[in-house]
């Protein structure tokens, strides 16, 4: 099996990432793979690209994109000025789910943290994701917090 290679998204890269994020049952209720290219889509895309503070990624192996995150970086005054890194919308494609590729992701992630200098890593994941709970938190990650979203 060849080695998996993480890279900055680019815009022909929206279709896989659509695909992956629509492929579970909360992924299901909210993004329609059908129209990848829909403007919502590549808008998304192009504000997040432009920004020097974010960061979509893919996991390609043998030239497919196999896995996604988008990584977000925050200035903050608490913790002294501290600088986190956000993690977001982490999906594996059904076929490499359960090989490690999930945790390689991860640690690169935090790799980038590290190299932005920030003081922490944090993540939501939706409270019915059990099984993506263990997994952060064998990857060292603690609920130390309770987060909350008002949908508009």
Known sequence: MTEPVIRRATAADLPAIIT??????????REDPTIPLDAR????????????????AVVERAGEVVG???LTFLPGLSHRGAWRGLVEAVRIAQSERSGGLGATLMQWAIGQCRERGCRMVQLTTDKSRTDAHRFYERLGFRATHEGMKLVL
Do not use: C, E
């Open 20 to 29: 992956m994020l629509a492929d579970d049952a909360l992924g299901r209720k």
């Open 41 to 56: 889509y590549t808008d998304a895309f192009h504000a997040i690209d432009s920004d020097p503070n974010q960061l979509l």
């Open 68 to 70: 996604t995150f988008q």
